[in-house]
């Protein structure tokens, strides 16, 4: 059965850190690209970061890795802010080999999703 859990997630302070892991299973892992994404009620999903199965990511904010060896994904958020608060998913897509890019259509399998707040 393949799964997607996200963890990590919580409440932090304007300017603080926060790592988010994505566990996978049930899947060859390493042939699917991983993307994180996010959503704030009323608003549409939106793509923060992705990482191919060959390891290329998407560069912006914050920071993706990935451990084939573990099935792990991780999201590092560095400076967070309070419009960073939101539902944060892990999805994977098995449409990409040496690149990604954040369309939401092309991930097949999502996680549950997991909350980030941001607020003093």
């Known amino acids: 059965q393949l799964q997607l859990v996200e963890s990590g997630g919580g409440l932090v302070q304007p300017g603080e850190s926060l790592t988010l892991s994505c566990a996978a299973s049930?899947?060859?892992?390493?042939?699917?690209?991983i993307a994180w994404f996010r959503q704030v009620p009323g608003k549409e999903r939106e793509g923060v970061s992705c990482?191919?199965s060959a390891g290329d990511s998407v560069k912006g904010r914050f920071a993706i890795s990935r451990d084939n060896a573990k099935n792990m994904v991780y999201l590092q958020m560095n400076s967070l802010k309070p419009e960073d608060t939101a539902i944060y998913y892990c999805?994977?897509?098995?449409?990409?080999?040496?690149?990604?890019?954040?369309?939401?259509?092309?991930?097949?399998?999502w996680g549950q999703g997991i909350q980030v707040t941001v607020s003093s």
């Open positions: 049930g899947f060859t892992f390493s042939s699917y690209a």
């Open positions: 990482i191919s």
């Open positions: 999805a994977a897509s098995s449409r990409f080999l040496t690149s990604c890019d954040m369309t939401l259509r092309f991930y097949e399998y």
